[in-house]
């Protein structure tokens, strides 16, 4: 069973960074390719990052490209997201989400079949 807990979002000002964390009560955490995604009031949910089993795989959207990055650790059964150069056009709810195979499949969010609650980031300009 895969329970997902985001934490680390808040409100930072434009230019500045914050780290997000996931973490997952189970222990089949190693398992699953991982992501997180965002969602903008009025917007659909979008891809932001993801990362392969193991952290030797990542991929980016185009937006966040070279300011975010994505990374894990297996022991602790969480994944982090690192934001820097924030914009306010990163303003979001972020979610972190498990595609239950060791591999990305894709980008999209029917790939990801457990979700975390989600965590508010607020950039102000």
């Known amino acids: 069973q895969v329970q997902l807990v985001e934490s680390g979002g808040g409100l930072v000002q434009a230019g500045g960074s914050l780290r997000l964390s996931c973490a997952d009560s189970?222990?089949?955490?190693?398992?699953?390719?991982m992501g997180w995604f965002r969602q903008a009031p009025g917007k659909e949910r979008e891809f932001v990052t993801a990362?392969?089993?193991?952290?030797?795989?990542?991929y980016y959207a185009d937006s966040v490209k070279g300011r975010f990055t994505i990374s894990r650790d297996n022991a602790k059964s969480t994944v982090y997201l690192q934001m820097n150069s924030l914009k306010a056009e990163d303003t979001a709810v972020y979610y972190c989400?498990?595609?239950?195979?060791?591999?990305?499949?894709?980008?999209?969010?029917?790939?990801?079949?457990?979700w975390g609650q989600g965590t508010q980031v607020t950039v102000s300009s």
């Open positions: 990362i392969n089993w193991n952290g030797g795989s990542t």
């Open positions: 989400a498990a595609d239950p195979f060791p591999e990305v499949r894709g980008t999209e969010p029917g790939f990801f079949a457990s």
């Open positions: 189970g222990r089949t955490f190693r398992r699953y390719a």
